[in-house]
C-alpha cells in the first residue's frame, strides 16, 4: 500500500529579479493577487489535498514570510477589542496547526533541485509534494488534489508531475514533458522531460506547471546533480533521470493557470480573481470597459 503524501515542500527562496524593484526588500511570494498572498494560495491548495506538514525553503530577507504563518497578536487584538470578527478570521482562522510548519534556509540560490534537496533530513523515507507558489491555478478541485488522488489511485505511479499545454513558442519559459503517447488524456505516462528547450527542439508542448509528487529517492539523484539549464541545479534533470526506475506520470491540469511569475501573468490573475469576488465583480468589469474606451 502507497504511503500518503502528508507533507509539501515549498522552495521560496528565489531573489524575483522580474518583480525589482517590487521585490528588493519583500519576497515575491509575498506579493498579493487580489487580497491574499500568493504563498498563502499554495497553502491553502496543499492543505486542502490534505497535506498536514509544510516546509518552506527560504533564504535570506524572507522572514516575512514565516510572519505570515504565525499569529499577529497585537494585529488580532485590536480587531477582537473592535468587534470586527470578518478581519479578525481572515488574520488567524485559515493558519496551520502549531508544530506542523517547518523553515528551512537554504542559504545559496542554486536552484529549484538544491532548494527541494535542502528538505532531505525532514522528509526522510515519505512521499512528497512540490509547490511553486508563482503558479496560481483556478478551478474546482485543486490541481494538486487531483494528483494526490490519481497518485493514490495508480498501482504504477511514483513520481506525478502537474502539466497544461502551452504555445509552443512558449516552450523556452518552462519545463516540457515528453509523453510516451500523443494519445493525451487527463493523465500521460512520461518517457522524458527537458528544461526549457528552444521551441524547435521541444518534444511536446505540454509543461510542467511547479507541482510535483515525488519519491524520496531524489535526493539521491540531487546529491550528484550539476548544474543545468541558466547554471542552476535543476529538478527536471533529476527527474529525468529517475523514469527508468520511477514510472513518471503527467496530470494535466485544465482551468485557469496564472504564471505569476512574470509581470503579465501577475496581472491577469489579479483581474482573474478579483472578477470572481461577488462584492467586486461589477465594479472591476466597469474599470475593464473604462479601459478598452
Known sequence: MKKKIKTAVFPVGGLGTRFLPATKAMPKEMLTVVDKPLIQYAFEEARDAGIENFIFITGRNKNIISNHFDHAYELQKVLSDKEKAEQLSLTKDWLPKAGSVAFIRQQQPLGLGHAVYCARNFIKDEPFAVLLADE????????????????EQSDDAKNVIGVAEVEKEDTYKYGIIDPVSNDLGKSVAVKSMVEKPNPKDAPSNLSMVGRYIVQPEIFNYLENA???????????DSLCEMISDFPTYGVKFEGGRYDCGSRLGFVQANIALALEKEEMHDDVMEVIKGFVK
Open 226 to 236: 550539476k548544474k543545468g539549464s541558466g547554471g542552476e541545479i535543476q529538478i527536471t
Open 136 to 151: 496560481l491555478f483556478v478551478s474546482e478541485k485543486p490541481l494538486l488534489k487531483e494528483m494526490v488522488e490519481f497518485y
